[in-house]
C-alpha cells in the first residue's frame, strides 16, 4: 500500500480516537480493543486482495500463535466458546471422549466452559476453586475424579495462573486428558512455561474485551497431530483436510471431489482472513501490552488495599498473569452489599461486572441439567455473591486510577 494512503489512514485513526478522548478519560472500562492503525491496515490489506474468508492470513496467525505459544499446532476459528466446543468434539472424534462421561470444570467461571460440554452429551462435575487463585482446586479435584472422569478443564479465571503442573501429573497417571481454558490469560506464565502449553489442548479467545483481540474468534493449541487434523476436520464441515489427492474412493464413493466428502458431522466455525491479520499484528503487542497491563493491575491493586473489606488475588513468585480483570471480593463483615459498591461505582464512570456466572450450577440454564457436585462449592458461592471485578486494560491512564480512588473514597464516606 502507498505510504501516502498509509499515512492517511494513521492521521485518521488518530484524529477518531483524539475526537474520543475527553469521554475515554471519564470512564474505567472493563475491557478496551489496544489497537492502532497498524492492524487496521493489515485488516484492509485482506479487503484490497478480496480476502474475505480463511485463507493463507489464517495460517501464517496459527503458525505464529503455534510459535508464541511454543506447541506444534494452533487452529484458529470463531470464538472462545467454538474453542472449547471443538476442543472436546475433536476428543469425541478421535474416541478419546464419548457421550455420558465426566468432565471436571471449576463451579465459577464463565457458562462457555460448560455449555459445549453439555451441548455435547457429557457430564460437567463441578469442583470448587481455591482461594489463592479462584483455579480448581486441587485436592478437591483429585477427591471429585471418578471412573468416568476422562478430562479435566481448568480455567485460568481473570488471568491468574492456577497450579496446572499438580493437574497435568494426577491426570498422566489416571490417563485423563486436560483442556486448559485461557480465554481470559492469554500470555500468561506458569513456572516460565505459557498457560495453554500444559494440557493436551488448550482453548484461547480473542473476543474484543480480551488482552488481545480480533473482535470475536478463538484459537485451540495442542501438539497432537491427530488432534489438529481432527479440529481441522471439523472446523469445517467435518469434510477431509488439505488431503493429497483431489479425490476420494472407497467402498461406495469413487473419484469423489475431496471437498464435498463428509468424514465427520462437522461445524462451520473458521476464522476469516480479515479478523487473522489482526490476530497476527495483536500477538506481536501481546507481551508488551501484558506488562502495561500488569501495571495498571499494580496500581488499581494499592487502590482497593488501602479499602477496608476489600481483597484482591496475588499471582505467586516467579509466575506471569496475563489479568483480564482485578478481582475484588468483599468481605462478609462489610456492611454493604456488591450491589451497594457496584451501583455508585458505576454512577461514578467504573465499570464492574460479577465474577462471570457465579456458582454455574446455580445458574437457571443449568440446574436441571445432568451433573455431578462435589463438596459444597462454598467458594464458588461467595464469589456469586460477594466477588466483582474492574478493568486493567493498557489504555488505562493515571487519571482512572484517581477517579476510581475518588469513587471508592466518595462510596467509604457513607460507612
Ligand atoms: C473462561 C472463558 N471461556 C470461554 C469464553 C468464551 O470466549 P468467546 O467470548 O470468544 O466465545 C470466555 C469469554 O469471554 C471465558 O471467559
Redesign the pocket.
Known amino acids: 500500500m502507498d505510504n501516502i494512503l498509509k499515512q492517511a489512514i494513521k492521521d485518521e485513526f488518530l484524529s477518531r480516537r483524539e475526537a474520543e478522548s475527553a469521554d475515554f478519560k471519564k470512564k474505567l472500562t472493563v475491557g478496551f480493543p489496544v489497537y492502532d492503525e497498524q492492524e487496521v491496515l493489515a485488516a484492509l490489506d485482506c479487503l484490497l486482495n478480496l480476502r474475505l474468508s480463511q485463507g493463507p492470513i489464517v495460517k501464517d496467525f496459527e503458525k505464529e500463535a503455534a510459535l508464541y505459544m511454543d506447541v506444534n499446532h494452533a487452529v484458529a476459528m470463531n ?4 474453542a ?1 466446543m471443538l476442543a472436546l468434539a475433536s476428543l469425541i472424534n478421535l474416541g478419546m471422549l464419548k457421550a455420558g462421561d465426566e468432565v471436571i470444570v471449576p463451579a465459577a ?2 457458562s ?2 460448560v455449555s459445549p460440554i453439555y451441548q455435547l452429551g457429557l457430564v460437567p462435575v463441578y469442583v470448587d476453586v481455591s482461594e489463592d487463585d479462584w483455579f480448581l482446586d486441587i485436592d478437591q479435584m483429585v477427591d471429585a475424579c471418578s471412573e468416568k472422569t476422562k478430562v479435566i478443564m481448568p ?1 485460568y ?1 481473570l488471568g491468574f495462573p492456577g497450579r496446572i503442573e499438580k493437574i497435568i501429573d494426577f491426570a498422566a497417571e489416571r490417563d485423563i486428558r486436560v483442556l486448559e ?1 485461557c ?2 490469560a492469554h500470555g500468561g506464565e506458569r513456572q516460565g512455561k505459557k498457560l495453554g502449553a500444559y494440557g493436551d489442548v488448550s ?1 484461547l ?3 474484543v474485551a ?1 488482552n488481545i483481540t480480533t473482535g ?3 484459537m485451540v493449541f495442542s501438539s497432537d497431530p491427530a488432534i489438529d487434523n481432527s479440529l481441522r476436520e471439523l472446523r469445517e464441515f467435518g469434510r477431509v483436510f488439505d488431503s493429497e489427492n483431489r479425490f476420494f474412493s472407497d467402498e461406495v464413493l469413487s473419484d469423489y471431489d475431496v471437498r464435498y466428502v463428509s468424514k465427520s458431522v462437522g461445524y462451520n466455525v473458521r476464522m476469516t482472513d480479515v479478523a487473522a491479520a489482526m490476530g497476527r499484528v495483536q500477538l506481536s503487542k501481546l507481551d508488551e501490552l501484558n506488562v502495561k497491563r500488569r501495571n495498571v493491575v499494580s496500581k488499581i491493586t494499592d487502590v482497593v488495599l488501602k479499602h477496608e473489606w476489600l481483597s484482591t488475588l496475588h499471582v505467586r513468585e516467579g509466575d506471569k498473569s496475563a489479568h483480564y480483570g482485578v478481582p475484588i471480593l468483599i468481605d462478609e463483615s462489610a456492611p454493604f452489599s456488591r450491589k451497594d459498591i457496584c451501583v455508585h461505582l458505576e454512577n461514578q464512570g467504573i465499570e464492574t461486572r460479577a465474577m ?1 456466572m457465579g456458582c454455574l450450577p446455580d445458574q437457571p440454564a443449568f440446574r436441571e441439567l445432568d451433573h455431578r457436585v462435589h463438596g459444597d462449592l462454598s467458594l464458588s458461592r461467595i464469589l456469586r455473591d460477594r466477588a466483582f471485578f474492574v478493568g486493567c486494560h493498557p489504555a488505562l491512564e493515571d487519571v482512572h486510577i484517581s477517579n476510581f480512588h475518588e469513587a471508592l473514597d466518595s462510596f467509604y464516606s457513607r460507612y
Open positions: 470464538s472462545g466458546t467454538s472449547n467461571t464463565f462457555s466452559v480455567v479465571n481454558d480465554c481470559e482453548a479467545s480473542f473476543f480480551h470475536e474468534g478463538g462471570m
